[in-house]
Every structure is written in C-alpha cells, then in structure tokens.
C-alpha cells in the first residue's frame, strides 16, 4: 500500500532499516515491507511502503505531522531525530553526501546550511567566514555551490528524511564601503555607495537612512532601540522592512527555498529588524513543499537574537514569532564546566527557566556557535569549542541528554589561530580553501573522522552517540536527579536514558538510581553497542533499578551514559 508523504518519514533504503526499526522502538508500533534494494529504487518520490502503522506516543505524532497543520513553533524533524547538526560552510556535495551516508543512520534530524544566497567577495581579509553576511541578491549561487547542487542536496537529504534549515540575511545587504561593480559570488552588478542593487532590485529608497538619528548612520547606542532596529549594524546597508517592496522581495527570496524542500529558516540579525516586520514577511510564507511534508506544515523559524541582559530588546520581544536563539544557555554552561565564580554542576538542578533561561519551547540551544567560538557575538570567554575538547564533551553531553529546547550542533573548521592580548587576529579565516578561494572537499578519514582541516564536532562518536540517547529519550522529563553538591552530577530521562559526569578533582564512585529496567547496558561514551556486545563500559542496572558508577576525575571523558537503545 503506498500511502501519504507524512509517512515518508519512516521510509529509508535498505541500508538505513537498522536506523528505522531503532525510530520506530519509541512511540511508534509499525510493520515495514523490506523490499529488495531495486525495488526500493524504482519507488516513487514518497518513498513510502509501509504495510501498518500504529501511531500512540503524541510526540512522534506531532513530528510526523499526521494530519496535523504545523505552526512556526515546531521543529520539523523525522521521528526519533531531534537534533539540528550546523554544517558551517560546507559545500552543498558534501552535506548531500553527509545527510545519506552518516546523518541519517545515526538519527540526526536536521541540517543548518550556510546563506545560500549570493555575497560579496571580500580579498582584504582573503575571502573570510563572514562575506557569506554580506547579500548582493538573493540569487542562489555561493562558494557552497550553484543552484543546481542546492537543489540537489535539498532534496538528496529530505529522501533519508534529514531536513534542511537555510540560514538567511535578511537585515541588511553588504557594508556601504563596499564600493561597486562585479565581485559577488554570482558576478551581479552593485553599488554600496549608491545603495543600488539591482538584481533584487532595491534602490536607496528601500533603505532606512531617513529613519537613522545617529551622524554615522551606524547603531552607536545598545539602549536605543530605534537605533538598534533603524541604523546600520556594523556599516551593513540597513534594509527598510515597513516598505512593500522590501517585505514582498525578502519572502519571494524565502519562498523559492520553501519551494525546493527547505524546511525552515535560521534568520539571522532579527535583533535589528522590527517584530511587526518580520510577522508580515512571515505570513506571507509559502507552506512546505508536500513532496516532503504533510500539506499545510509551515516552516520552522528560529531567530537570531543575542539577549544576555542589560538592554532593552528581548528575546521575548520575538518569541510569539517563532524559536529564538538562547545565547545565555551557551555562556551560562560554559561557566559551570569550567567551574568559574563558584559555578557547579550541582547548580543545573533547576537548568532551565530556573536560571534565568527562556521557556523551553521558545529556546534554540547551542553550546558554541559560528559566531562565539571565534569571540565574535555573545557569550564571552566562557563559551567552550572545539578547541578544549575535554569540557566541550562535558557540555554537548549534558546539552543532548538534558530536556530544555531544541538543540543545535556545530560542526566546524580549524584556522591558525593568533592570540593577541586575548584576541584573535585570524577570527575572519575562512573555511579550508584552494587558492582560487574556492572551498575545498571534506575528506572523510578510515576511522569516520573528517580530514583537510575540518573538525566535523557532529563525528567525536561521544557526540554522535549522544544524539541518539536524546533521540531515545525524546518526551521523557528529566528525573531521578542526583549531586554531591559540588561538580559531580547525574539524572535519568523517565526510563528511557542515564546519564553521569564527573567534573570533580575526585573519583565518583556511587550507586544510583537510574529508572530504567534491570539489564545490562553500553555506556555509549566510552563505546557502543554492537552486534557482538559492547566496546564500552558495561553497566548492568538491578531489579531495584540502580547501578554502580564509578568514573575517575583524570579520565579523558568523566561521562557515562545509557540508553534504552544501548541495552544489551
């Protein structure tokens, strides 16, 4: 029986049937015809052939869409994948490549690309990270790929069911310094200084230099929120979203990505755009493309807004719109790891709205992101990266297996790093590139590790495999809480998922009680779960259902962890 695209998400190709039958363990009873591979093959779009299914867990029911109109507010993932992976500047080949051969079958759910839409080319720094932040149009060709690639990769991931979520600048266009002629990553004509873009077109009316107060015509006062939301953010050319023209240009540009199977947006700089602005542009929003999605799903937004306190914008300022970006989540939980002012672990007891955090379903979380990691942004020293690998862990592993907000990973490049006084002299550097500046390839080593300078975060096996505990323990609330008071913590998600760390100058040696059912179980920290047994720790959880954990404080990662999945 073929039956309607919101079941497409439990289709997957043969190689992916281990990845379903794990999907379809929690909240969904079904019975999947396994046909041959070339049968498989020759399937429709939908891609579906399901003989039965039998929905009961009202969160899975919500992800799938089944029948149900979704709003801006939900994060449209397949069931069972419920983290976001941001795939910072890689090319539109290799995340097409990404999404089939690693991010589905290790329950991942979503991607965030890059800005897909043409910019500037910037030589002086050579060709940085953040030329990507500087529109000439909204053409769709990048040093990510052409159209065409998009579009392929677009679709390549919605076939495996990882959805793609486009990171979108809509603010502004490039600097007004930026001169005039040709040098934009589609070779269309603009003159900063004249404020003509005419491949959008926009012209210097479609710009808010007659609202500005400021002499420079740059933002000069955080408490000012006209000059936050009217003048130029760091030199940008501030785009008029009250005008018709400017609103009806931003959503045709938004739309056309709708339309080719993205499934939502990271829109960036919202800080500096109007609230009512941006409800008309989003009202204006196509609904998902049905070839993927159930008919009337809508795209799922979150919203780039740094509030750590202290101004008079507010992430809540956005909140009725759609998710927004929870900066202080990073900062915060950066301090605790690294036991800065007198921060614990014992202190994320109330983790959440408790710390002064946004209501859980507004949030879009983040340990680092693009922007921090490089001290660009908000959050400050705190912000852990790749670059401290050890406490990076720590963080992501509590960020995964806690149940606040919807969680987004970073998975980045290195650069030559050059600190001075602090600072970062090569923060702009780009990603791996050939001297044409032209992004290079990501290279995937034997042991699954990516190569060619790039860090690939969403790889460490620690990290991936705590995508799948989040996965397993999806809906479950956090329970079964423990603390020595100090740096060493522990809690369950109902019985669906343990997890422990130790962030002590001591050994954890304790028996806990974990909720989950008596049995043997991988710590899928220091291994995982195969077909002849475990790699890892073996933790085997009594009738009474606690267990013995012991983690010394020098071990390389003081983390273990348990799921319902890595039972034995």
Known sequence: ?????????????????????????????????????????????????????????????????????LTHYHHSTRCGGTSIVHLFEWRWADIAEECENYLAPNGFGAVQISPPSENIVVTEPWRPWWERYQPISYKLCSRSGTEQELRDMICRCNKVGVKIYADVVINHMCAASAGEGRRSTCGSYFNASEEEFPSVPYSASHFNDDKCTTASGNIENYQDIYQVRDCRLLGLLDLAHRKEHVRERVANYMNSLVDMGVAGFRVDACKHMWPEDLKAIYSRLNNLNTQWF?????????????????EPIKASDYSGLGHVTEFKYGAKLGSVIRRWNGDKLADLKTWGEGCGLMPSNQALVFVDNHDNQRGHGAGGASILTFWEPRMYKMAVAFMLAHPYGVTRLMSSYRWDRSLVDGKDQNDWMGPPSYPDGSTKPVPINPDGSCGGGWVCEHRWPQIRNMVMFRNEANAEPLSNWWDNGENQIAFGRGDRGFIVINNDNCTLDAFLQTGMPAGSYCDVISGQRTAAGCTGKLITVGQDGKA????????????????????L
């Not at 039958?21 to 079904?30: D, M, N, T």
């Open 1 to 69: 029986m073929l039956i309607g695209p919101w079941l497409c998400e439990l289709a997957q190709p043969p190689a992916l049937w281990p990845t379903l039958e794990r999907s379809c363990r929690r909240g969904v009873i079904c019975t999947v015809r396994l046909v041959p591979a070339a049968l498989f093959d020759r399937l429709t779009s939908l891609q579906c052939w399901i003989v039965q299914m039998k929905v009961k867990a009202r969160w899975c029911l919500l992800a799938l869409g089944f029948g149900i109109g």
């Open 548 to 567: 013995h954990f012991t983690i010394k404080a020098t071990e390389q990662d003081p983390i273990i962890a348990i799921h319902a999945g890595s039972k």
């Open 294 to 310: 159930p008919e009337g799903s809508k795209p799922f937004i979150y919203q780039e807004v740094i509030d750590l306190g202290g």
